[in-house]
């Protein structure tokens, strides 16, 4: 490991990917509670159909560890690939509302997004490592509604444009760290709680792991590659969670290079600050981060927009065509479609942005607020 690299104010000018720790607890997202029997309830998420290895994370870190065998592992991961496709569609939006993409702001959302699609290709790699086949269409989920697998119960995830509520009540909550000192212990599990079985279950179980249909290809600043031993799978998911929460010691601690953990960096947008060391601990009183001007897309009503006009619907048909076509390249590509079907899926994915954008510019008739995709596949 190496030090943090800072200003001489004191302020980190970047941190690592697998960096950040504690936080105080003003910056932590607000969670409801839930009781334990909401917590340990089979949860298909996001307001849609269960997918169709959909279980709850609860009851699957429930099973003893002597239970945990690769038909365990194939279903953890069909609930990973779930989580990790879930947030992509909210932190898109923020992403495209933001007009000047040329701002701290939209520089860490754009590199969070790489980092989530990075997140999801490592965990249909280790699906079909052990001998299973991601379903990520099937996997899509409907917005508004809760994460899959029954994390985070009581949050809520929605689409809409860039706002600060949004940072924290959505961003934020999802990205929150495990370490109590950096929040309230909450009584369902969190991704990283879940990340964290998965891999004991790896190291426990000792499957057998085929590179077969795994793909190799560079997503966002990452590399992807397949996995072919236990150190390949245990790197993965270290940065998986790491990428996501930062570590649970402190916000001093680096690894491999300079960029802020996904829940420090949104932390940031939403105080306007960067994170900052002093005599009294880590506060976000560091660098100004402008919150940047966004375009106002309301919050996507469940069941999606009622009645658009004409030109409405059809951005929204094109828009969702296009996701249609994203999710079959990518089911394609963890079939038999390798990396061409990959490459498919990716460049119809860069094809999104300009139908969202319209919409985002087009305002709702006789309500506050613009349009904005709605990600329903077909």
């Known amino acids: ?37 909401q917590a340990a309830a089979v949860s298909p998420g996001l307001g849609g159909p269960p997918g169709p290895n959909c279980g709850s994370v609860a009851r699957l870190m429930a099973v003893p560890g002597g239970g945990r065998g690769v038909d365990w592992l194939r279903e953890a991961l069909q609930v990973a690939v779930e989580l990790e496709l879930a947030t992509i569609p909210p932190y898109l939006c923020g992403w495209w509302s933001v007009r000047d993409r040329r701002g701290e702001a939209a520089r860490l959302i754009r590199r969070i997004v790489g980092d989530e699609m990075y997140h999801l290709g490592v965990v249909c790699n280790l699906l079909v490592a052990v001998g299973g086949r991601p379903r990520i269409k099937d996997a899509a989920p409907r917005y508004p509604g809760p994460l899959p697998g029954g994390v985070r119960t009581g949050v809520e995830v929605y689409l809409s444009g860039l706002t600060r509520s949004f940072v924290r009540d959505v961003m934020m ?70 990428q996501g929460e930062g570590t649970a010691s402190s916000p001093a601690d680096t690894f491999q290079n300079d960029h802020p953990a996904h829940y420090y960096a949104f932390a940031e947008i939403y105080h306007g600050r960067q994170l900052r060391r002093s005599d009294r601990g880590w506060h ?50 963890w079939g038999d479609g390798g990396s061409r079907s990959l490459g498919t899926g990716v460049r119809a994915m860069r094809a999104l942005e300009g139908p969202a954008v319209e919409l985002m510019e087009t305002t709702i008739p006789d309500a506050p607020g613009n349009y904005g995709p709605q990600f329903r596949p077909r």
């Open 1 to 37: 490991m190496t030090g943090t690299r800072e200003e001489p104010d004191g302020s980190i000018k970047r941190r690592s990917v697998l960096a950040s720790g504690v936080a105080l607890a003003s910056a932590a997202a607000p969670v409801a509670a839930a009781g334990p029997a």
């Open 173 to 242: 909550a999802i990205e929150a760290p495990d370490d109590p000192l950096a929040r309230e212990r909450h009584p369902s599990p969190s991704i990283g709680d879940f990340y964290g079985d998965l891999m004991r279950a790896f190291r426990d179980v000792a499957p057998h792991l085929s590179t077969d249909r795994q793909l190799s290809d560079r997503i966002g600043s990452d590399e992807l590659r397949p996995v072919g031993n236990l150190d390949d799978v245990e790197r993965s998911i270290e940065i998986i969670k790491e």
């Open 284 to 333: 976000f009183t560091g660098a100004a981060v402008r919150f940047p001007d966004a375009r106002p897309m309301a919050r996507v009503p469940a069941g999606g927009w009622h009645r658009p006009p004409g030109q409405v619907r059809r951005l929204l048909e094109e828009f969702d065509g296009i996701y249609t076509d994203v999710l079959d390249a990518l089911d394609q590509a």
